[in-house]
Every structure is written in structure tokens, then in C-alpha cells.
């Protein structure tokens, strides 16, 4: 509004003066054309002035817009006048102006003109010079009345105001019409965009703005409306919420239950000792949908209908089982070799050689494509959300996705990633790779392992790394690369089912011959080179070697679950650990008292957390562990918030469990003084430290691990069938 004033001020003073320099400079113009009419009358009555002169200067005065005119000599004497010339002007005042100064040279006599204000109104006076011959006679002064100069400038101000404002008017309406529709134009195109139209390339950054914004808002409204704690509800409602409560088919090696024949006959559900089942059989059970995955029990067949399948968990039924078979060889050569004894050992870094066999490789290829195969078949939709687990199936994200190229795959590896170097010696590196860019989202623990994997595939294929969004874009595909720690179900529902901690550590001191005020410590693992169990009871050794008071005492127990008997390297590492077992016995070992107590044999959940529970201290001592769920289910089984955990820095758990003892597991001082610490902790810091813990994994428990990597997974899906429907009507109009 102030702009528009000052633009209408500014407007009206250029007419104004403009106009009033026109009127002027015509005025003086006419003067002159009168006065020149009339010269020939004027020169002949010059000499002679009467009323001739005067009757020709009345002549003059018939032009309205002339006042008064008067004829003055040379010497600036009146000669002549019209009545109404007014007073104020007088021959010797305008002579001033139009005769030449005194001393000037030569006769030049000029016009000149003034504007003066009398009572009645502006007026100009006009004085121009009469001359006979060049011979200057005198002047005649022309007073002429500029009131209908104001009135006509008034009119003609007006005019041009209003001419403008209608100009101003239609440029803003024109203005405004062209935003509208230029708004409406970037309307319409953003909702077809967001429903699906072509892109054109200037709306490619407010796309990719508005995508963020969306996925932005998506997360944050999750989590808001969720909010609190991850729950199995909670991650059934994102499940419905986000991605239509599709079924999810999981992928992995190991199945949630294994059916054994026992020796009389029967059948028993056997709940495996892996990390990777303890993560996800919540996740199954809340979500449901099918777990594809080896068929091993001796049990199994029996228990499954024609296409293989089986409802879990047994009396609750809520998902199914659908089990593959393989042959001994193929187990052999796949599961035993290449996964075993070539991927797992890359990448561990626990000393032991990988073996590389070229047989092994082609059959983990072709078992990739046999359970790729059985996942194509348990999927109802050609778009479904497949999570495909661990290094048992690096090659399967590319055959699924070949077979079913709008599927969303998730991938995630359990076990690190090693450095680029490391896994650069594997002979099929790139297959491997090509294999798992197959996903649509590559999980690891951490962001180390991540950046491990996008360094390998930056140094052995094409492809470019879009680090902004932590994705890999290869062969014109993006695949997310993100960490995802993964955790336990919280509340554990095995802590929930055990005996309250007295009866737990009444019961296994019972079991152990245990006095009293015996004091406890507990390992729970596969027999497995990478857990560190060895170096476990080196550092045991050690505490018992520098602190003697505990001779007699201490009971360390080690629970180990016998694991790829098969592998040659396995049973190396059983016999090692019986025997260093053995040996520390004998050094410290009384006839009732054995420091090491060494179960090598499979514990079913309530067993293993009847000892977590009992337990005084739990060491984990891991040489290298993508996570390593058995620190965080010792924390959940603790409701009684006692207990310490001593852990290995090279297990990703250590990163996240900073109130845990951290030590490096092959140093087996430090680890001993830490065992101590632990033994000698009051209860008061006990509780500090594993409230804390507890406090974590309730929050960053499993349901939380799977419903990120879900929640990413749907807005993949957003983006995919925004992307897919652009490119169609981008193919389409290109086409047309
Ligand atoms: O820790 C890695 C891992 O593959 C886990 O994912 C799994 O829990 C464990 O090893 C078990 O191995 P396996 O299936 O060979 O017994």
C-alpha cells in the first residue's frame, strides 16, 4: 500500500511538472505568434501611439486567455496599455529584462517570460521585442491567465492518474492472474508427480525436497503417535501402517525350531543356539508371514506337510516354517565349506584360515538358488517384503530379485564385514557383491561394517556410492547400506517364564555342589573359535594364578553348545577347550571344588537362563562379534538388577553396553583384574550398571532392529512405486 502512495505521488509530480512546462513554453509560443501577427499594425503605430495602438492591442486581448497587454517604448516608457493590465507589472521592470544591459554589445533584444500570482489567480507575463528591420522598437507585454492552464493541467492530471491507475490495475491483475496460473500449473504438476506423472528435469530437486519432507514427516509421526517403547504390537501396527500388513518371508539358514527324534521315538522341539533366531523368532511371531530355512532335524520331514511346511511355535502357531532339504552334499559343500569354512573365517578376524574350494562355491550357488527358488514360491504378491538373513545367502538377493524385480529385499549380514583387503582375497568377490546388491536394503551392525562393505565395493566394482544416503547405485538400482543393531525381544519372555533369581541360583548350586558363599561366573556360546572361549578360561586361570583368595571359590561355567562338528577346525577348537578345561582344573581343582565347569552340549532357553540368572558375573569374551546377543540376554534375564557382565571390545555389543566391564579378551591381566572388579562390585554399583544396561536394550530392543529396517523398507516401497510410475509415464510420453 505505502509503495503504491509513493509510485502515485511520484507519478503525479512528473505530470504535473511536465505537463506545466508544456502550457508554459506554448503560452510564450502563442505570445509570440500574436505578436508577430500583429507587428505591421504595431510598427505603423508605434511612432504615433493613441488609440490605434491601443484598439490594436484590445485586438489582442480578444484571445480569453490573455489578461492585459501593453506596449512599452525602447526607453521602457508605456505606451500603451489594455484596462485591465494589471498594475503590478510595469515597463521599466520587464524592460530590465527584455533590452540588453547598457554596456552590451550589439541590439539583441530577447523574450522573456515570468509567472507571477495576483490576487485572482497565476499568471505569465510574456514580454517579446518589436522590431522594425532589425531596428528594436520596444517590447509588448503579455500578461496571460494561467488558471485555465491549472484548470486544463488539472484535467489532463487527471486523466493520466486515472490512465495509470487502470494500468497499475490491469498490470496487477494480469500479475496475479499469471502467479495463479502459474501456481495452479506447479500444483497440478506436483500432484501428478505425487501421483504418479512424469517428471520433467527442472522438478527433479523439489521432488527429491518433497521426498525427504515425506519420509521425514512419515518417520517423525511414527514415532510421535507410537512413541514409548518398541513393542511386538507396535512393530504388528507399522507392519499394518506402513506396509499394508504384507507378509514378511524370512530367510535363513537356521530354522526357529528343529524337530528331533529321540531315543525312544518321540518327538522334541529343539530351540537352536544362534543369535540370529534368539533376534528374529519375536520378530516372526509378532509379525507372522513364513521363515524359509534348512530343513535339519532328524525329526523335520515328519513333522512338515507335502510343501514342506509347519506351523510355529508349537501351541501357538502363529507363523509358519517352510523347510527346505538338502543333501549331504550339499550341506557339505555349502553350509560346511564355503560358509564355514570360507565366508565365516574372512570375516572374523580370529585367526583362522579361510578356505577357499572351488566345488564349495558352486554348490553354495546352487543351494543360493534352491532356497532363492523357495522363497519366490511362499511369496503372494509380485512386490513382497523378503528379508533375507546372514552369509549363508549372499548371492540369493540377486536371484530373488531377478525372479521378482519389484520385491522389496532386506539383507542382513550377522557377522562383521571385513576391511576391503581382507575380503578382497575371496576368489568370487564380486559375485558376492553383485549377489547382495540384489537387495534393496543391506543391514550390518555397525556403521565400521558398513563402511567396510561400501569400501569393498567401491574397490572391485562399478558402481557409484551415493554417501549421502549411504546407497550403492549399481547397474541404475540403489541399495540402502545402513547399520541396524540388532537386539533381543524385550521383555524376554524366557526371563519372564524362569524362577525368581534365588531359586535360579539355588538350583544351579545344587547342580554344581556349590557352598554358600560360593561365588559364580557364567559363559554362554556356540563352541565356536571367534567367542574367544579359550582365552575365557586362560583369563580365569590367570585371576585364579594373582588373586588366590578366589581358589576354592570362584566357579567359572561354561555352557557350549557343540556347533559345525563337521569342520575340522571345530574340532580342533572342542578339543582345546576340553583340555585347557582339564588342565586348569588340575592346577587349582580340590576334591570338592573344580574352578571350570564345562558343559559341551546343546541348553535349551530356560536352562541357559536359569544359569544367566544364578550367575555372579557373565563374561563374553568374543575375539571378533558383529554383535553378539548373549551380553544383552544376560542384561534382559537380570530383572533382579544384579549380576556383571565383562565384555570383549571387539563385539559390537561393547559399543552400545558401556556400562559393562569392557576388556580386550586377549589380555588376560586386564581381563582377570576385570573379573575381579567384577567379584568385588557392590551391589549398589551392580544395580547402577545394570539399570542402566537394561534400560538401553528396553529401548533399543529387537522389535525397534526390525521395525527400522521395516520402516525403511515401506518408504523404499513409496519411493520405488513413485520412481516405477514416473519412469512409465516418462517412457510413455516419450513413446507418444
Ligand atoms: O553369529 C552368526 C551366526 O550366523 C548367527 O547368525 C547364528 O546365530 C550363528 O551364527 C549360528 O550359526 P549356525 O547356524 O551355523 O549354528
Known amino acids: 500500500m505505502v509503495c503504491l502512495g509513493v509510485l502515485t505521488y511520484l507519478a ?85 529584462h527584455v533590452r540588453p544591459a547598457a554596456n552590451a554589445p550589439g541590439p539583441e533584444w530577447k523574450v522573456w517570460w515570468t509567472k507571477a500570482t495576483l490576487p485572482g489567480g497565476d499568471v505569465q507575463v510574456s514580454t517579446i521585442p518589436v522590431l522594425d528591420q532589425d531596428v528594436p522598437l520596444g517590447f509588448v507585454a503579455l500578461v496571460h491567465d494561467l488558471n485555465f ?65 515425506i519420509d521425514r514427516i512419515s518417520t517423525e509421526r511414527e514415532a510421535d503417535i507410537q512413541g514409548g517403547a518398541w513393542t511386538p504390537q507396535r512393530l504388528k501396527h507399522t507392519l499394518n501402517r506402513h506396509l499394508h500388513g504384507e507378509k514378511v518371508v524370512i530367510l535363513a539358514n537356521r530354522e526357529p525350531y528343529i524337530h528331533e527324534r529321540t531315543e525312544d521315538g518321540r518327538t522334541k522341539v529343539l530351540h537352536p543356539a544362534s543369535g540370529l533366531v534368539t533376534a528374529l523368532e519375536p520378530v516372526m511371531r509378532a509379525c507372522s508371514g513364513t521363515w524359509v530355512a534348512h530343513g535339519g532335524g532328524s525329526a523335520d520331514r515328519a513333522t512338515v506337510d507335502a510343501k514342506g511346511r509347519v506351523k510355529v511355535p508349537p501351541g501357538e502357531e502363529s507363523y509358519v516354517v517352510r523347510r527346505v532339504w538338502l543333501s549331504p552334499e550339499e550341506e557339505k559343500g555349502y553350509y560346511y565349506g564355503f560358509s564355514n ?47 533375507v538373513q546372514d552369509y549363508h545367502f549372499a548371492l540369493a538377493p540377486k536371484m530373488i530379485r531377478d525372479r521378482l524385480p519389484r520385491a522389496t529385499v532386506l539383507m542382513f549380514w550377522h557377522i562383521p564385514w571385513p576391511n576391503s583387503e581382507r575380503f578382497g582375497i575371496c576368489p568370487w568377490r564380486n559375485e558376492l557383491l553383485e549377489g547382495m546388491l540384489g537387495s534393496s536394503i543391506l543391514g550390518f551392525h555397525t556403521p565400521v561394517h558398513c563402511n567396510n562393505f561400501v569400501d569393498s565395493v567401491e574397490r572391485f566394482m562399478e558402481s557409484r556410492t551415493d554417501r549421502g544416503q549411504s546407497a550403492i547405485v549399481h547397474h541404475q538400482r540403489a541399495t540402502l547400506v545402513r547399520p541396524y543393531p540388532i537386539s533381543v525381544e524385550w521383555p524376554n519372555h524366557w526371563a519372564q517364564l524362569s524362577p525368581p533369581v534365588a531359586e535360579c541360583r539355588a538350583a544351579v548350586f545344587a547342580e554344581l555342589g556349590l557352598k554358600p558363599d560360593a561365588l559364580l561366573g557364567v559363559g554362554v556360546d556356540r563352541l565356536d573359535y571367534t567367542k574367544g572361549i579359550e582365552e575365557r578360561l586362560l583369563a580365569v586361570e590367570r585371576m585364579l594364578e594373582r588373586y588366590p583368595a578366589f581358589v576354592g571359590r570362584f566357579t567359572f561355567v561354561q555352557l557350549a553348545a557343540p556347533s559345525r562338528t563337521v569342520i575340522e577346525r571345530y574340532q580342533q577348537l572342542n578339543a582345546q577347550i576340553e583340555a585347557t578345561a582339564q588342565r586348569i582344573n ?89 573379573l575381579v572388579m567384577a567379584l568385588n562390585m557392590s551391589v549398589e554399583e551392580q544395580q547402577d550398571r545394570m539399570r542402566s544396561m537394561r534400560s538401553f536394550v528396553a529401548e533399543f530392543n529387537v522389535y525397534r532392529w526390525a521395525g527400522r529396517m521395516l520402516v525403511d523398507a515401506a518408504r523404499l516401497r513409496r519411493r520405488d512405486r513413485l520412481t516405477g510410475r514416473l519412469s512409465e509415464h516418462l517412457l510413455t510420453a516419450e513413446g507418444g
Request: with cysteine; hydrophobic share 40%.
Open 12 to 96: 503525479w509530480r512528473v505530470v504535473h511538472d511536465t505537463t506545466r512546462d508544456w502550457w508554459e513554453k506554448d503560452i510564450n509560443l502563442r505570445a509570440q505568434l500574436v505578436v508577430n501577427g500583429a507587428r505591421q499594425g504595431l510598427i505603423r503605430h508605434w511612432e504615433t501611439p493613441g488609440d490605434g495602438l491601443k484598439g490594436l492591442l484590445t485586438e489582442i486581448l480578444h484571445d480569453e486567455r490573455i489578461m492585459g497587454v501593453a506596449a512599452c517604448n525602447a526607453d521602457a516608457s508605456l505606451l500603451a496599455e489594455t484596462q485591465d493590465f494589471p498594475r503590478r507589472f510595469n515597463c521599466n521592470e520587464l524592460g530590465l
Open 149 to 213: 492552464v491549472a484548470r486544463r493541467e488539472g484535467k489532463t492530471q487527471r486523466f493520466i492518474l486515472v490512465a495509470f491507475a487502470v494500468l497499475a490495475g490491469a498490470a496487477s491483475l494480469i500479475t496475479l492472474v499469471a502467479i495463479r496460473l502459474s501456481w495452479r500449473s506447479w500444483s497440478n504438476e506436483l500432484r501428478r508427480l505425487v501421483r504418479g506423472g512424469g517428471p520433467r528435469p527442472e522438478f527433479q530437486p523439489l521432488l527429491q525436497d518433497v521426498r525427504e519432507l
Open 341 to 387: 569354512e570360507g565366508l565365516w573365517p574372512l570375516c572374523h578376524l580370529a585367526h583362522t584360515r579361510p578356505l577357499f574350494r572351488g566345488e564349495d562355491y558352486k554348490c553354495y550357488r546352487a543351494v543360493n538358488q534352491k532356497f532363492a527358488d523357495a522363497v519366490c514360491e511362499e511369496v503372494d504378491s509380485p512386490d513382497p517384503i523378503i528379508l
Open 586 to 674: 588340575q592346577r587349582f581343582g580340590r576334591d570338592d571344588y573344580r574352578p571350570i565347569v564345562l558343559f559341551r552340549a546343546h541348553h535349551e532357553p530356560p536352562t541357559v537362563f536359569k544359569y544367566y540368572r544364578a550367575a555372579d558375573l557373565c563374561y563374553v569374551s568374543s575375539l571378533h562379534d558383529g554383535m553378539n546377543l548373549v551380553a544383552k540376554e544376560f542384561i534382559a534375564a537380570r530383572d533382579d538388577e544384579k549380576g556383571v557382565l565383562v565384555l570383549s571390545s571387539f563385539t559390537g555389543a561393547s559399543h552400545e553396553l558401556t556400562e559393562a566391564l569392557i576388556v580386550n579378551p586377549y589380555d588376560f591381566d586386564e581381563a582377570a583384574s576385570a
